[in-house]
């Protein structure tokens, strides 16, 4: 089952997503309640952890989603929003927290001149990004930043939806606590250096780094959440990064050094993980620093992972303007 928000009929909906076209849960329940003559009721809005794993909706949704699947002609054909032109929006678009992984993949790490650790030596490196100013709906540009514009690079990266309150989870049973998957692109600027007359400090790289992260715009997320019921094994999932159609990145999430369940351990030992919260967990080899390929304005980026689908993203010069009216 993959559900998405789109703007429907001019308010935000939730959704059935499907690579072909998108049916708003409403317009699906009223075509189930009309073919079977029953009575389903489904939670309105568009919070989709009402309808997935751990949503009080989810049995209800899941019945809608199966029954289109095994009766596509009892939904009519203007019930279906073609994927290509839905104005699609960012699946959880005001989580409380959104928790990111630097160096989870060896490739990643050793392509940018580092040694990667076992599992067994290390912990995850972790850092956040402010969800109101940086996560982008699906087909919407990232904005290369004025104040720094010419090492801007992508991330592509196996996002995970929190279903339920969560601390102190164990490696053996975290992945209890996913609602589902999406994809993050976690835009970046390699070369983001504050004060260019500063004096050195000694955390300064690791800040520059940091502050690199945070520019607004740069979370791409979405097209939709796969629930996690319908995704066997997280750690099986093929990702791919085309830019402007030429693939960049592609790897699996076989390679993570963490796992997700062992990043949701180490996070929930510290700190409390709320419905709706997202941990990205890294990105594989490809990046464009490698090769001092950076985004320009007119690029488009396009980051699949399997059972998922297709996050595009294309790319703008910054305008004050523009960044106020993209803003969730």
């Known amino acids: 089952m993959r559900l998405c928000r789109v703007q429907f009929h001019g308010r935000p909906c939730a959704a059935i997503y499907d690579e072909a076209g998108v049916v708003p849960l409403s317009a699906a329940l009223a075509a189930f309640n009309r073919q079977t003559g029953r009575q389903l009721e489904l939670a309105g809005g568009d919070d989709l952890l009402d309808f997935l794993p751990h949503g009080a909706a989810n049995t209800g949704a899941r019945q809608l989603v199966d029954w289109l699947a095994a009766n596509p002609a009892g939904l009519a054909p203007e019930a279906v929003i073609p994927t290509a032109t839905a104005q699609l929006l960012v699946p959880i678009p005001r989580p409380n927290k959104i928790f990111l992984l630097a160096g989870n993949y060896a490739d990643h790490i050793k392509e940018g001149g580092g040694i990667a650790a076992e599992q067994a030596e290390t912990f995850p490196y972790v850092f956040m990004k402010p969800a109101s100013t940086t996560l982008t709906d699906p087909g919407k540009p990232i904005f290369i930043p004025a104040v720094s514009p010419r090492a801007i ?85 093929d990702m791919q990064l085309r830019l402007n159609g030429e693939i960049r990145q592609s790897s699996s999430t076989a390679l993570q050094i963490f796992p997700v369940a062992a990043v949701i351990e180490f996070i929930s030992s510290f700190v409390t993980l709320e419905p709706g919260d997202i941990i990205s967990t890294g990105t594989p080899a490809g990046v464009g620093h490698t090769t001092g390929t950076y985004l ?3 690029d488009v980026m396009q980051g699949s992972i399997t059972s998922i689908g297709t996050l595009t993203t294309p790319v703008a010069a910054e305008r004050s303007t523009d960044v106020i009216d993209q803003l969730h």
Request: some cysteine; overall charge positive.
């Open 153 to 237: 690079d992508w991330e592509l990266e196996l996002a995970v939806v929190v279903g339920r309150r969560t601390k102190g989870a164990m490696e053996s049973n975290a992945l209890e606590s996913v609602a589902g998957y999406t994809i993050v692109n976690d835009i970046s600027n390699r070369k983001f250096r504050p004060n260019s007359g500063r004096k050195e400090r000694q955390r300064d790289s690791f800040f520059d780094w940091l502050h690199g992260k945070w520019h607004d715009s740069f979370c791409p997320c979405g097209p939709c959440v796969a629930a996690a019921d319908s995704i066997g094994d997280p750690q099986k999932l």
């Open 296 to 298: 320009k304005p007119g």
